[in-house]
C-alpha cells in the first residue's frame, strides 16, 4: 500500500499483521526466547499442579480454594493465548500474524484478563464473608452460589471482550500494518488507526470494570482490617493477616500493572515500557500465583503431604479389597465436580468454626 499524492496514508483492508515485538539482533531474541520459555514453563507447571492439588485434596474443597482453583485455570489459558505466538516470533524472520489470528487473540487475552480481574474481587468478597460475617458465610457462600458468581466472571470478561474486540477491529487501519508490540494489544493497534479512537480509549481507560472491581476489593479489605485490628489476641491477627497476606499480594500486582499500563492516559511514556510491562502481567504474575498461594498458605504447603499419606492408606487397603478401601478408591474416581459437592460442606464447616473462633478473639 502507498500514501496518497496528497501525502495522506492509504486506507485498506488488513490481511495480516506484523508483530515487531523487542528490538534487538540475534543475540537479544535468543535471550528473550529463553526467559519467556522459562515463564511460560513454570506458569504452566505451578498453575497445573496448582489445579490438580485443590481437586485431589478434600481438605481445600471450600470456596476459597474453588476460586483459586479457577484463577489458575485462568493464568494458565491467558499465558498459553500470548507465550507460544512471542516464542516462535523469537525464532522467525517474518513475525506475521493473520487478521483473523491477531482479532482471535486479542479476543481471548481480553476475556480471560477481564475476568480475573473480576475473579480477584469475588475472592475478596469471599474473604470479608469469612471473616466478617462468619455466621452467614455457610449460606451466602453455599455451592450454587460459587458456581453463578464463577459464572458471572467468565461471562463478564466475554461481554467486555466481545465489546472491546468489535469496538478496535472496526477502526480503519492505516497504511502501516507492523504492530509494536510481541501480541495484540490495545494501546499499539489504536496506533494505527485511521479513525478516532476516543470512544476506544474511554472504553478501555474509563470502563465500569477496573473502576468497580478496584472498588469491590479495596472496601472488602477495608472491612476485613478493621476486623483484625479489633481482635485482642495478636496470634489471631497474625493468622489472618498471614491468610489474606497472598490474595492482597496478587491482588497488588495484577491490578498494580493494569493501572499502569491502561488507566493512566501517558503513564507509559514508550511502547518499549509497555512490552516490559505487559510481559510482566502476560508471564510474570501467572508464574508467581502459584508460588504465592502455595509459599504462603499452610493448607495448600501441607496438601502434597496428605495426598501422601492417603494414597499410603489406599495402597495398603487394596490388599484386603474390603472395607473403606472401595470408598477411598470410588473417591477418587467419580468427577472432580461431584467430589467438589460432596466434601464442599465439611470443608465450609471447618471455615466457619475458623471463622467464629477468631471472632471469639474480638471480644
Known sequence: MSPHRNGNLSVMPLQE???????????????????????YVVAILGNLIMMVVITLDARLHSPMYFFLKNLSLVDLCYSSVIAPKALANFLSSSKVITFEGCATQFFLFSMLVTTEGFLLAVMAYDRFMAICSPLRYPISMCPSVCARLMLGCYSGGCLNSILQTSFTFSLPFCSSNHIDHFFCDVPPLLKLACADTTINELLFICGLIIVGTTLVVLISYGYITVTILRMCSGGGRHKLFSTCGS??????????????????????????????????????????NPLIYSLRNKEVKDAPRRLRETGCSKTGQEGSGRGTGFGLRYSFLIHPTHFFHLNFHSALHRSTSWSIHCMDEMQ
Open 17 to 39: 499483521f506484523v508483530l515487531d515485538g523487542f528490538e534487538g539482533g540475534l543475540q537479544t531474541q535468543a535471550l528473550l526466547f529463553a526467559l519467556f520459555l522459562v515463564l
Open 247 to 288: 490474595h492482597m499480594t496478587a491482588v497488588s500486582l495484577f491490578y498494580g500493572t493494569l493501572f499502569v499500563m491502561y488507566a493512566q492516559p501517558g503513564a507509559v511514556e514508550s511502547m518499549e515500557q509497555g512490552k516490559v510491562v505487559s510481559v510482566f502481567y502476560t508471564l510474570v504474575i501467572p508464574m508467581l
